[in-house]
């Protein structure tokens, strides 16, 4: 079983930046699909950015342009940089593999690291 941990969240001003990062317990990028999902108090759990086994990645639309998803296979990381953070990027941000393509369906989750955006 893949375990995942994120860590780099924070407390940051908008307009500022953080790098989230996400340690696999095993090689996965060969064959998995990662991604950085998030999560705010009352909203339902959202995608973010994901990267295939390819390479190739995706974006939401609220993100695209700000944020950055790509991985170091040398230390099995996946990293999440944020850039220009706005008030409404405060949330839960969680790390996911996934042996099935980028499904969802069957994923392996980490625990989330908190993002806080403050005016």
């Known amino acids: 079983q893949v375990q995942l941990a994120e860590s780099g969240g924070g407390s940051v001003q908008a307009g500022g930046s953080l790098r989230l990062s996400c340690a696999a317990s095993?090689?996965?990028?060969?064959?998995?699909?990662m991604g950085w999902f998030r999560q705010a108090p009352g909203k339902e759990r959202e995608g973010v950015a994901a990267?295939?086994?390819?390479?190739?990645?995706s974006y939401a639309g609220s993100v695209k342009g700000r944020f950055t998803i790509y991985k170091d296979d040398a230390v099995n990381t996946l990293y999440l940089e944020m850039n220009s953070l706005k008030l409404e990027d405060t949330a839960m941000y969680y790390c996911?593999?996934?042996?099935?393509?980028?499904?969802?369906?069957?994923?392996?989750w980490g625990r989330g690291t908190q993002v806080t955006v403050s005016s």
């Open positions: 095993e090689y996965t990028y060969s064959s998995y699909c």
């Open positions: 996911a593999a996934d042996r099935a393509g980028c499904s969802w369906l069957d994923a392996f």
């Open positions: 990267i295939d086994s390819e390479g190739g990645t």
